[in-house]
Nanobody, 114 residues
Framework: VLLVESGGGLVQPGGSLRLSCAAS????????MNWYRQAPGKQREWVAV???????NYIDSVKGRFTISRDNAENTMYLQMNSLKPEDAAVYYC?????????WGQGTQVTVSS
């Protein structure tokens, strides 16, 4: 499975971005998929998860602001990020685990600055 993120960029505080994670090589509709992020000098942290049924969960700091979703027909996962804060700035990665193997995308940079 190849995961490719897109949609990152520079946004002002309070702004919005929509990240995409396109999977190729194999359908991922049965897989639980995640978003992680890593800010400079910090460990990578889990942000959100969506399972095959569409059940979601979020880290507390983004609840009410971020929405994870998926389009199984497009083999793509999304992260809608609203009310962005400077502390949301990071490289965002999509991740899934399948048959004991970890798959990561290359990441997409999100910068939140005025």
């Amino acid at each position: 499975v190849l995961l490719v993120e897109s949609g990152g960029g520079l946004v002002q505080p309070g702004g919005s971005l929509r990240l995409s994670c396109a999977a190729s090589g194999s359908p991922v509709s049965i897989n639980t998929m995640n978003w992680y992020r890593q800010a400079p000098g910090k460990q990578r942290e889990w942000v959100a998860v969506i399972d095959s049924r569409g059940v979601t969960n979020y880290i507390d700091s983004v609840k009410g602001r971020f929405t994870i979703s998926r389009d199984n027909a497009e083999n793509t996962m999304y992260l809608q990020m609203n009310s962005l804060k400077p502390e949301d700035a990071a490289v965002y990665y999509c991740y899934l685990r399948r048959y004991g193997m970890d798959y990561w995308g290359q990441g997409t940079q999100v910068t939140v600055s005025s």
